[in-house]
């Protein structure tokens, strides 16, 4: 169900009823239950309107709403708000179809489904993945799990750095530094160490300079060897960055490089001339953005092409633009990239302003992940921590956690399940953040049965099965119905009506934070309940079917949840 969205009808129509005015309820969930369920602001803005004194107004809304079924209590409250309670009965009643609704978990798919393209990832070949592409494939993997459960159809691109001027570095070093056997075993080290020599060398020695800009100009004019050496250096990484991808279970349906734009570039920037978007600066084409309030006074250029003729990180992902548009006509594109690069994104969407995009163009930024000193993480000696070496650690530490805990885990599962616990710590403790926020990176935190933790959750789920275990039940036949009567039942089960919002609401906004809240409120909210009302053991049938339903509906929401983000559920520990 969408609560949030039936009581904005709902208020919408009181307000029409007791005064007859057409106006937005404004119903929002309170965040202190002492203010009810719900809260309806839409009297103030009216009565505003209207010159009328907003507890006047709210007094016959109060009323009209009071007469729903759904709605146990409808108060004046504060200058002119209604606070809403639910009723228990109605509320039961929903719930139900909820618990009958095993394709969805009642969460109906939106009405009008876009085509969204999501590019995220997206790493630089011939180099290290680092951990902002981490958090873009953690934070990108769970917007698209969101947006598809919503209804959207979507398409993940990894829109790989494969392109630019350092493969010509990185041809003519290899030819003079390059080890076929490094290649073969490290990648991703032995271009790096190449990469290295090579600009050192460039420095000092101008003809090893004009010997890269020639491997370059050969590679960009389709030579076939230096095309051969290019596309190993991009599949010998691509080994690598598929490793790091079957670890965190993230797949692409796309994987449009920069290179796969390259034959595009050259109309690209005629037709921004043509347009008259860009125009020629000191030998450079540059878009200008005098006409955009916010952009104008920005020093940094938008070059689409170098004196020397270059096409630059601008171009290709102008082209990327229209490709989009034209070959996969997305209604919408969303970049998860970080906060940083803020600007570049300002930019290209105003080109594609420009252009008279109609497509609905998102930066999805994301902030840096510090170490303990409150500075960009790194490794003790201050290098780039790679990605594989992170998740290693991860279940590492998660093995040993687990043991500490004295977990219900068979040693032959340890591996598995420590794999599972902290791989999805280290995702979830990236999607809990708000994602804007930079965050500090700590494994005691991250790896916790305690507080607002992947492993936390995921063992709330195992805790849930191990009642179905105990008391020999398959939980699929569990009907109900509900019987929401002990304060710990309601308080659970209005958090658990609230799913349909989060989701819809955390996948238009891209924050899935918004769904670790959820989660986290559900399993505790089912402790508490646990604690104080006996499942198996309830004094009656129908309160024993009625909390068993519940949960089963825990469970479910709790598994759900999971998988949007990305972590995958433990039946038993
Ligand atoms: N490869 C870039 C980087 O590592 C990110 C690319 C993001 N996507 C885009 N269409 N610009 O910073």
Redesign the pocket.
């Known amino acids: 169900m969408r609560l949030e969205r039936f009581l904005d009808e709902l208020g919408s129509a009181a307000l029409r009823d007791a005064l007859g005015a057409e106006a937005p309820a404004v119903v929002r969930a309170t965040a202190d239950a002492k203010h009810g369920d719900f809260q309806l602001n839409g009297v103030l803005p009216l009565a505003k309107q209207l010159k009328k004194a907003p507890r006047d107004l709210a007094t016959p809304v109060a009323a009209a709403l009071g007469k729903s079924e759904a709605i146990e209590k409808a108060e004046v409250a504060g200058p002119g708000f209604v606070n809403l309670t639910l009723r228990p009965e109605w509320l039961a009643a929903r719930l139900d179809e909820d618990l009958r609704d095993v394709a969805r978990d009642g969460v109906p798919a939106v009405e009008r489904a876009q085509r969204i393209v999501v590019?995220f990832s997206?790493?630089?070949i011939a180099k290290q993945m680092h951990v902002g592409?981490l958090r873009s494939t953690i934070i990108g993997a769970s917007i698209i799990a969101l947006l598809r459960y919503a209804g959207h159809e979507v398409i993940g691109d990894n829109?790989?750095?494969d392109w630019g001027t350092q493969f010509g570095m990185l041809i003519a070093g290899m030819r003079h530094f390059g080890s076929e056997d490094a290649l073969a075993t490290d990648a991703i080290g032995e271009l790096e160490r190449i990469y290295r020599l090579a600009s050192e060398r460039g420095k000092a020695d101008p003809k090893f300079g004009d010997e890269a800009r020639a491997e370059l100009a050969k590679l960009q004019s389709g030579d076939p060897e230096s095309r051969a050496m290019w596309e190993r250096f991009v599949a010998t990484t691509r080994v690598a960055l598929d490793a790091v991808y079957a670890r965190l279970g993230v797949t692409f349906e796309e994987w449009l490089g920069e290179s796969a734009y390259d034959a595009m570039l050259p109309g690209v920037v005629a037709m921004l001339l043509e347009k008259g978007i860009a125009r020629e600066d000191d030998g450079a084409i540059c878009v200008f953005f005098d006409d955009v309030p916010e952009l104008a006074k920005v020093e940094t250029p938008f070059i689409v092409r170098k004196r020397d003729g270059a096409f630059m990180?601008p171009t290709t992902?102008v082209a990327?633009l229209v490709y989009r548009r034209d070959h996969f006509h997305a209604d919408r594109s969303i970049?998860v990239?970080?906060v940083r690069?803020g600007l570049h994104f300002k930019q290209l969407f105003a080109v594609g302003r420009k252009l008279g995009m109609t497509m609905r163009l998102e930066h999805i930024g994301f902030g840096t992940v510090l170490g303990d000193d409150g500075k960009p993480l790194k490794t003790r000696d201050g290098k780039v921590i790679t990605l594989a070496s992170l998740l290693d650690e991860a279940e590492a530490r998660a093995a040993t956690r687990i043991r500490e805990e004295g977990l219900e885990v068979p040693e032959e599962e340890i591996l598995s399940v420590s794999r599972a616990v902290g791989i999805g710590a280290v995702k979830y403790a990236d999607l809990r953040q708000n994602r804007l926020s930079d965050y500090q990176f700590d494994w005691d935190k991250m790896i916790s049965f305690k507080g607002n933790a992947g492993p936390y959750l995921q063992y709330a789920y195992a805790r849930v099965g191990s009642i179905f275990r105990k008391g020999a039940l398959d939980p699929a036949t569990a009907s109900g119905p509900l019987l929401l009567v002990a304060p710990e039942e309601l308080a659970l089960a209005k958090q658990l009506a609230r799913f349909g919002d989060v989701v819809h609401d955390a996948a238009e906004s891209c924050e899935p934070h918004r769904v670790c809240d959820h989660l986290f409120s559900i399993a505790r909210l089912f402790s508490s309940f646990y604690e104080a009302c006996p499942v198996l053991k309830a004094d009656d049938a129908g309160t024993r079917a009625s909390r068993i339903a519940l949960c089963w509906l825990t469970q479910r929401q709790l598994g759900r949840g999971l998988a949007l983000l990305g972590l995958s559920t433990i039946d038993k520990m």
């Open positions: 590019d997206s790493p630089n592409h829109h790989l750095g990180y992902d990327t970049y990239v970080d690069q």
